[in-house]
């Protein structure tokens, strides 16, 4: 039994680093639809609207039918203001990804989204901002960085 439990315990390990390079095959591929439905609804607003309400419905779906509990109101007005705007910052996302990646392309797109995504998640890492577990910047992670906006910029240059 402890054979098991230690080869899952393992195998779960791997999953967590899976499982943002499937986010990473999603966020690409979600652009693409986006920037599709996009023209197909005649209006980046629109599209980004249907996206999140798609998804919203899709979220909600899940939490009825597995019983996922849910937050008192008194609970959720409770909770600091700050901590309900990922929503807006997913909506802001989505939205300009709908507005470059038909202009620039997905590849120019997301080395620039990465290299900015890499810059801050240092800087919070380093700080220890919204949560995040306080890891100190070293030359090393810098250099990392560097490197990958440097790619970044070979990516998007002519």
């Known amino acids: 039994v402890l054979k098991i439990v230690s080869d899952y ?14 986010a990473g ?18 209006n980046p607003w629109v599209a980004a609207f249907i996206s999140f309400l798609v998804g ?7 939490i009825v039918t597995t019983k996922q ?3 008192s109101l008194a609970e959720l007005k409770s909770i600091e203001l700050y901590k309900y705007s990922g929503g807006v910052l997913g909506a ?6 709908i ?3 038909p202009r620039l392309g997905s590849a120019n797109v997301f080395a620039m989204v990465i290299a900015g995504q890499f810059v801050v998640a ?16 070293s ?16 990516v998007v240059k002519k």
């Open 25 to 42: 095959l999603t966020i690409t591929t979600q652009a693409g639809v986006n920037s599709q439905l996009r023209f197909a609804v005649n």
């Open 92 to 97: 802001f996302f989505v939205t300009a990804i």
């Open 9 to 22: 315990l393992s195998t779960m390990k791997y999953f967590f680093y899976l499982l943002p390079v499937l």
């Open 69 to 71: 509990p849910v937050p």
């Open 56 to 62: 919203t419905l899709l979220l909600g779906l899940i």
């Open 139 to 154: 030359w090393v992670k810098v250099f990392g960085v560097v490197l990958l906006v440097t790619g970044a910029y070979l």
């Open 122 to 137: 240092l800087l919070y890492d380093h700080f220890g901002v919204l949560g995040f577990p306080q890891n100190q910047i």
């Open 99 to 101: 507005y470059a990646v």
